[in-house]
């Protein structure tokens, strides 16, 4: 049995499924790279069966330690879904995926993408526990803007009956990273094509004040920290 | 039927699976939307079903027409799932994200999103005509950086057969938008936290050459177009 053979604590467990059946290379299973690509973002695609056929779908996450949650409304379909099916709990695959750069070949064929990705699959259950709630609900807060949770109003009793949140469990879960620059034959090198990569981050603008912001409203350090 | 009363031509037919159970005003079907957002990313979230459970990868794309063609090695497994299963083919959902802005309100239940999404449903197929396969490649070449696949050596014979590409008309599609500003309850509105959006956008860096490039060789056009 693979789990009995289980890698150092450090280390999330390969399985049949998070093992690439190409370009082993840039997998990747320790807590840091995986935990550190899962905090660089805050949208991921949650996939999940409806009816037999895959569903993907982007909505927001947030990571407490071992622990994804995601969360939405009580009347959206995966969360619905996913209370429907509370015990046993919805089988998922959450994806993180940042595009680091371009990857320019001679050749179309060795054209490529320089990215980091992590793959979780497992089976999402929902929180019922209101402290877990909360907690989760501050953390998807904090994963989009570190500290924000603490400096806007809690929800309230009714917000959370309205929000229904998920959680799944970082166990069988994989990163995937590329790279550097191109890779090309050998025999291409003499060909009058550029390449190279072109890099490419998300970079944030100058906030934009609600229309019903007071006005001398200062701006929060955390604003400017992205 | 809903599929009897067809929406103009320019507009794909909703169905019951691409109107939203919440936020429809967010949801839109006509071609220039839900192409335009198509046409302003390269990587997509590919679903499908593996032994039941739901699997979401990262992979590049091209749109032609109301076609979208994705790529990878014979080897990769949902390609060779989608080759496996060439009759019937392999049912998939394919979602674009593109992240606009973080949205700030005085509560964390109205914090938000602006976004620009796109979700695909439909039955993929493998492309075996050589010549729609190599326009596809080139489409998927070009998604990336428009002008580049005239400029890099095509693939040969080998590079081809090492390819497979998969082929999703669009015909189950919906785009969902968000835009503007937060949605807070009046009575939030005094409370001392900022609100508002802070901006988000892929910004791309200054190329930077491959280690085997021949020196002096002029930097493309579409390069500092991107």
Known sequence: MAHEESAPDTSYTPTERTVPTRARER???????????????????L??????????LPTLYGRVGDRLYLH??????????AGETADPGLPVCVTV?????????????????????VVVH????????PDEKTAALDALVDHVLPGRAADSRPGNTKELAATAVIRLDLREVSAKIRT????DEPEDL???????????APVYG?????????????QPPYLTAR
Chains 1, 2 share one sequence.
């Open 27 to 45: 997998a990747a299973y320790d807590h840091d790279t995986v935990h550190a690509i899962l905090d660089a973002g805050y949208v991921c695609h």
């Open 206 to 218: 100058a906030p934009i004040p609600a229309d019903d912001l007071a006005p001398g409203t200062p």
């Open 97 to 117: 995926t940042h595009v680091d750069g371009l990857v320019l070949a001679k050749s179309a064929f060795h054209h490529s993408i320089n990215y980091r990705s």
């Open 122 to 129: 497992g089976t999402a259950r929902q929180v019922v526990d």
């Open 47 to 56: 996939g999940f069966v409806r009816d037999g056929d895959p569903i993907v």
């Open 72 to 81: 939405g409304s009580t009347g959206s379909r995966p969360l619905r879904t």
């Open 180 to 183: 550097g620059g191109p890779n």
């Open 190 to 200: 003499e060909l009058p094509y550029w390449s190279g990569v072109l890099p490419v």
